[in-house]
């Protein structure tokens, strides 16, 4: 069945009460303003893997003899796949004797299989081939994608609620990550009193730097407030992704902070564009 964007989330928001009541897989968020058609489903038939599409580069830095298949980027824990002995890094060739093509197809290939069956999985590993035996299983919950493979995640079945108490709920914020740069942030959005905290009108307030990353390298600091990446003016982390996916070519560049209410010009080097281009897309679960 076919739903709205806003139907979808309404639906979310009416029935979050703890982030822990949702499944195994956390959507990557849309870009700003973008508008699409989510499929729900119920149930279904699952391995336990995220995957993305191989592209040329990757193709060539797996030693991959054509480009196809789909790379593991996750696998969960105690799920048909790793229980089969998939590894992240893996790239899916072959399922069940068919040649594996991209994520569409193979999410066609796993949804079409009846759970509890068994089925031969072609992956390639450390420029060697392999075959490994996985037992399909049956996902529990309701699975909701969107139409281009944007999102992907599962609502387990939620049991019954206990009579809530007369209590004030807080007003919560939603943080995103930002794999490319390796920052958690939070838009500032709506949050005119927050900006004004900080002394901007818009931007990305850092709330984590993942160590080691390049963001750190550069003297990204928790606290700081991401106003521009390049020229380019950023409101959300989405858009900080999506601003470095049109540097590809730069592997140096200029990311603005505001600290202490001062902007600072920080300069940020990808030290390995192909791997960290590849975290900031969003994979698809199988």
Not at 11 to 37: I, L
Request: glycine fraction near 10%; proline fraction near 5%; charge should be positive.
């Amino acid at each position: 069945m076919k739903v709205n964007l806003a139907v979808v989330l309404a639906c979310m928001a009416a029935s979050v009460v703890s982030t822990a009541a949702f499944g195994q897989a956390t959507p990557a968020p849309r870009a700003h303003g973008a508008a699409g058609t989510y499929v729900v489903q119920r149930g279904g038939s699952y391995i336990g893997i995220g995957v993305v599409d191989i592209t040329a580069d990757r193709a060539k830095a797996l030693n991959l003899k054509e480009e196809r298949g789909v790379e593991v980027t996750s696998v969960v824990e105690d799920g048909p796949a790793a229980k089969a002995g998939v590894k992240e890094g893996d790239v899916v060739l072959d399922y069940n004797g068919q040649a594996v093509q991209g994520t569409e197809q193979f999410q066609r290939l796993v949804r079409e299989t009846p759970p509890g069956r068994q089925v031969k999985v072609g992956i390639w590993r450390n420029g060697a081939a392999q075959t490994l035996t996985a037992t399909v299983g049956e996902r529990k919950g309701t699975v909701i994608t969107s139409d281009d493979g944007g999102w992907n995640f599962t609502v387990p079945p939620i049991p019954p609620m206990p009579p809530m108490p007369n209590i004030e709920i807080p007003r919560f914020s939603m943080a995103y990550q930002s794999p490319m740069l390796g920052i958690e942030g939070e838009s500032l959005e709506s949050q005119e009193q927050l900006a004004d905290f900080f002394g901007v009108k818009e931007g990305v307030l850092v709330k984590a730097v993942k160590h080691n990353s390049a963001a750190e390298k550069a003297g990204i600091k928790a606290g700081d407030v991401i106003v521009k990446v390049d020229d380019s003016k950023v409101g959300s982390s989405s858009e900080i992704t999506r601003t470095l996916r049109g540097l590809r070519s730069k592997k140096t560049f200029t990311v603005t902070v505001v600290r202490n209410k001062k902007e600072m010009p920080l300069t940020v080097t990808m030290e390995d564009r192909g791997s960290i281009i590849r975290a900031g897309v969003a994979t698809v679960q199988c």
